[in-house]
T-cell receptor
Framework: RKEVEQDPGPFNVPEGATVAFNCTYSNSASQSFFWYRQDCRKEPKLLMSVYSSGNEDGRFTAQLNRASQYISLLIRDSKLSDSATYLC??????????FGTGTSLTVIP | SAVISQKPSRDICQRGTSLTIQCQVDSQVTMMFWYRQQPGQSLTLIAT?????????ESGFVIDKFPISRPNLTFSTLTVSNMSPEDSSIYLC????????????FGQGTRLTVV
């Protein structure tokens, strides 16, 4: 079983739409959780960390459910510039990062 | 945060040759990580480079194919040896940094094409 699993998409949504990405992880002892954004032909960059209490950064909201081993990312009022691949990332107790396959988002004018 | 400079950014190489990728970090870090990202795939960890000791390789990756150097706390190299077209990929170096929820920072990546 993969350490991190996420729906690869693609998600094609109109501008202004709300879109949600989901991710599950297999290791219940995982310590830290992140969403990264990767633009085409670029390196991944941190979008936001994910905390048990949930956290929000502008149009982006991340949630963590430790009981279900589930992470989500919600993007409200989608912009064209949100088009990218979103990677779910989990860090385990050995400080190793595990990456999901990424979810592709295209925001359409 | 950490700023990572990786080079070359891209290269086209003949099969059977080797390419060395360099990674320079703007601060001292204990561990540096090398990943491979094949087209349409996510990142796969090749090895962890520790200063003063041999790199730790993940299953499926061996030192003879991917020798790594880590001469100091700010620099590392990854060599892709005896290349074949199957080695065509993006190679990324990464470090972990941050005060609370330490996150991964990446170099710009090296896009390798083997012909």
């Amino acid at each position: 079983r993969k350490e991190v699993e996420q729906d690869p998409g693609p998600f094609n949504v109109p501008e202004g739409a709300t879109v949600a990405f989901n991710c599950t992880y297999s290791n219940s002892a995982s310590q830290s959780f992140f969403w990264y954004r990767q633009d085409c032909r670029k390196e991944p960059k941190l979008l936001m960390s994910v905390y048990s209490s949930g956290n929000e950064d502008g149009r982006f909201t991340a949630q963590l459910n430790r009981a279900s081993q589930y992470i989500s990312l919600l993007i409200r009022d989608s912009k064209l510039s949100d088009s990218a691949t979103y990677l779910c990332v989990v860090k385990n107790t050995g400080n190793q990062f595990y990456f999901g396959t990424g979810t592709s988002l295209t925001v359409i004018p | 945060s950490a700023v990572i400079s990786q080079k070359p950014s891209r290269d086209i190489c003949q099969r059977g040759t080797s390419l060395t990728i360099q990674c320079q970090v703007d601060s001292q870090v204990t561990m540096m990580f090398w990943y491979r990202q094949q087209p349409g795939q996510s990142l796969t960890l090749i090895a962890t480079a520790n200063q003063g000791s041999e790199a730790t390789y993940e299953s499926g990756f061996v030192i003879d194919k991917f020798p790594i150097s880590r001469p100091n706390l700010t620099f590392s190299t990854l060599t892709v040896s005896n290349m074949s077209p199957e080695d065509s990929s993006i190679y990324l170096c990464s470090v972990e940094a941050g005060l609370v929820n330490t996150e991964a920072f990446f170099g710009q990546g090296t896009r390798l094409t083997v012909v």
